[in-house]
């Protein structure tokens, strides 16, 4: 049972970083210290992930987030033991003989997944794991980690299948770093979007209602208002034109575009329709082709831009939902552009300008793009041939490269019918959220048999890009929400000020300075309840308002509002027309 077996077998361990091998083994040393506080537990898989590790379990009794501080102490005394993280290999017959002594069901399960005619294990201490690896050399290299949190994870992810104890954790190499990471967590944790939505009044999501279905509250149902409005606007001035599509099809349109075939585990049943199947929608491609070919089309029209912000739906397992950011049913600001060889390169182009625009107005200066490209190795789960492929990415790449924009290329991540670009927001607390994707399309036209008269008057193949730039309303609200801290900039906010008189003899004054703000189009509201001053201004704090305005002798008779600026306190005493001037140039540029 030693590395030296390696060899004799040609066993290869997986290629991993430092870091990835470091939260690899820090899973090992926690299902270790589990093993000794919980005898008997039965352990699924523990990889490491971003930033840590989790491993699934079938623990007797229970763990709690309380239990995780009793589970460090003991993975630190594993840890100083400086035990040897040893290899071996053990064949199919031996493989499963440890399982089975051991009582470790799901190692058999996994086992029986693999090919190969002997199986890695590594060893460190009492602890033994059916594991690839690769690990530390020792348990003393373990030092900086933190368990986070204990979730519940059905095995496989088969919600027919038994739920496993997930516990997750970080590790990093140094102290710092581990720091500041928790630092990261603990300031996630105070922008949690659904924490916010509850404060707010912003959005409701609850099982009585459908999980993965949103309700949109008052304040919550502005803000998209003022978001939707800017992207109908920007469009517009961009030469798209507007559709409205079904939220249902046949399912023998599905059938046609190809998503039955290769995007059936995100759609619903179909239902029966007059004896028909007819399919929920997970897409609106199919509908934006269907105006396209509602008559022959000129060259002289293209490029043709259809925008729709089009709700559609797709099946989550309930175990993935997660607020705003994983829902079934959302609107995604869908857009599709017909266009023609000579063109569909500046239009990628454009659709990447108007990328930088969104970003720039919603306060995202920073991004990373990715580009998505079929999985070479396995050309089955993608439309149309090795040409079609082959010129796509290609094109993709050229454009990004003419636009001097570093991006990373993902193998297996592209579309099934085309590849594409993908571009990740930094948030304000350097998070990254996938928002646009511009996706390029050979196939979707071939399929439909979309055509339109050339120059010569022949029918040619138009090319298709598929477009998002927000990816959905509601995740993208989701990420301002936790990007803003629930701190809405003016021009979103559904509340621009709040008017707090001193006292009850100022309530008239008051009144007057909220109808000179709405005269100005600023949506200001009084506040004239009983309480204290110190209370209404911690109340507008809370409740996130901009600018809260208060007025008292001094103010009523010089006609003046004192202001204070969230975040910033206390501006001091201006007149309400120069307050609203200033209010209003903010709404104008849009400044957060």
């Not at 003022?226 to 023998?252: C, K, M, N, S």
Request: hydrophobic share 35%; with cysteine.
């Amino acid at each position: 049972m030693a590395d030296s077996n390696d060899a004799e077998y040609d066993f290869v361990p997986r290629e991993l970083d430092p870091v990835e091998t470091l939260r690899h083994s820090t899973a090992h040393l926690m299902a270790s210290a589990v093993e000794k506080l919980y005898p008997g537990t039965k352990f699924g898989v523990g990889p490491h992930i971003e930033h840590g590790f989790y491993y699934d379990m079938d623990v007797p009794g229970t763990i709690t987030n309380d239990d995780l501080p009793r589970i460090e102490d003991e993975m630190r005394a594993i840890a100083k033991q400086n035990l040897k993280f040893e290899h071996f290999l053990l064949s199919r017959d031996e493989a499963r003989a440890w399982a089975e002594a051991n009582d470790q069901d799901y190692k058999i399960e996994l086992m029986e997944g693999l090919e190969d005619p002997k199986i890695s294990f590594y060893k460190h201490g009492d602890f033994t794991d059916m594991c690839a690896g690769p690990h530390v050399r020792y348990s003393k290299k373990i030092k900086h980690f933190k368990l986070t949190h204990v979730a519940g994870a059905y095995w496989r992810g088969d919600e027919k299948r038994p739920m496993l104890t997930r516990v997750y954790g970080v590790a990093f190499e140094t102290k710092e770093d581990l720091e500041q990471h928790l630092h990261l967590l603990e300031e996630a944790k105070k922008r949690d979007h659904r924490r916010i939505g509850k404060d707010l009044e912003l959005f409701r999501i609850t099982q009585e209602y459908g999980g993965g279905l949103v309700l949109w509250l008052p304040n919550g149902a502005f803000i998209r208002k003022q978001i939707e409005d800017f992207w109908r606007d920007a469009h517009l001035e961009r030469g798209y034109e507007f559709l409205f599509t079904p939220h249902v099809a046949p399912l023998t349109l599905w059938d046609k575009s190809g998503h039955t075939g290769h995007y059936s585990d995100s759609m619903y049943t179909p239902m029966d329709i007059d004896g028909e199947a007819y399919q929920l929608k997970p897409m609106n491609c199919p509908f934006h082709i269907g105006v396209y070919g509602s008559r022959q089309r000129s060259y002289r029209e293209l490029p043709l831009r259809y925008a729709e912000l089009g709700t559609v739906y797709r099946y989550e397992r309930s175990g993935a939902l997660h607020g705003l950011m994983r829902v079934r049913g959302f609107t995604q600001d869908d857009a599709h552009v017909f266009c023609t060889d000579e063109t569909f390169e500046a239009e990628v182009d454009a659709c990447l300008d108007f990328a930088q625009l969104m970003y720039r107005t919603y306060g995202f200066p920073d991004y990373k793009v990715e580009l998505s490209c079929r999985d070479s190795q396995d050309t089955s789960k993608y439309l149309g041939g090795d040409a079609i492929w082959e010129r796509s990415e290609a094109t993709l790449a050229k454009v990004l490269d003419r636009r001097g924009i570093e991006y990373t290329r993902i193998e297996g991540e592209a579309a099934f019918y085309g590849p594409k670009i993908d571009v990740k927001v930094v948030d304000a607390i350097g998070r990254t959220w996938q928002l646009t994707t511009v996706q390029l399309d050979f196939n979707l036209p071939e399929r439909f048999d979309l055509t339109y008269v050339g120059p010569d008057n022949q029918p040619h193949r138009p090319i298709m890009i598929h477009r998002a730039l927000l990816g959905s309303i509601e995740r993208f609200f989701g990420i301002l929400i936790e990007h803003y801290a629930g701190n809405f900039p003016p021009w979103l906010a559904p509340v621009q000020a709040k008017v707090l008189p001193l006292s009850e003899k100022f309530r008239d004054y008051g009144a007057d300075v909220v109808a000179q703000l709405k005269v100005h189009g600023i949506r200001a509201k009084l506040d004239d309840s009983d309480e204290k001053l110190g209370y209404k201004i911690r109340r507008a704090e809370l409740e996130k308002v901009p600018y809260a305005l208060v007025v008292g002798g001094r103010e009523a008779e010089a006609g003046t509002v004192g202001v204070r600026k969230r975040l910033e306190g206390d501006l001091g005493a201006m007149p309400v027309d120069t307050f609203a001037g200033r209010l209003l140039g903010e709404v104008e540029r849009r400044e957060g």
